[in-house]
């Protein structure tokens, strides 16, 4: 069964190298160029993880998050935010609105995949 990833971010060329690359490493995966946008996808297709700019115009990755997690139907999706500030405040934030993982750019692929791996972990675990 292939997961289905959710990229939010209001950076064109951003968002297709992550999409390719997701897809590439056997992902199922949605864009959305800002947060209401990223909102109606979720409304659409709930995710099995969601990847969240910080800074985007309109509704802030901040503001999707919380309102992701407010919805009791997403409340439990995983969510990977991008900042590309490494500041503690946006570390915290993004922590107190529930997100699970903060990514900084610019960044690793390679790196990203491993951070998307570790949330379907369970995934290929064996059962006994």
Do not use: W
Request: charged share 25%; glycine share 8%; net charge negative.
């Amino acid at each position: 069964m292939s997961r289905r990833v959710l990229v939010v971010d209001d950076d064109p060329r951003l968002l297709h190298i992550v999409a390719m690359y997701l897809g590439i490493e056997g992902y199922d995966v949605a864009v959305a160029a800002d947060g209401a946008a990223g909102l109606t996808e979720i409304e659409k297709q709930t995710p099995d993880l969601i990847i969240l700019d910080i800074m985007m115009p309109g509704i802030d990755g901040i503001e999707t998050c919380r309102r992701i997690r407010a919805d009791p139907a997403t409340a439990e999706v995983p969510i990977l935010m991008f900042s590309a500030l490494s500041g503690d405040d946006d570390v915290e934030r993004a922590r107190q609105v529930g997100a699970n993982h903060l990514i900084t750019k610019p960044f690793n692929l390679v790196g990203l995949g491993s951070v998307v791996k570790s949330f379907f972990a369970h995934d290929n675990a064996v059962s006994v």
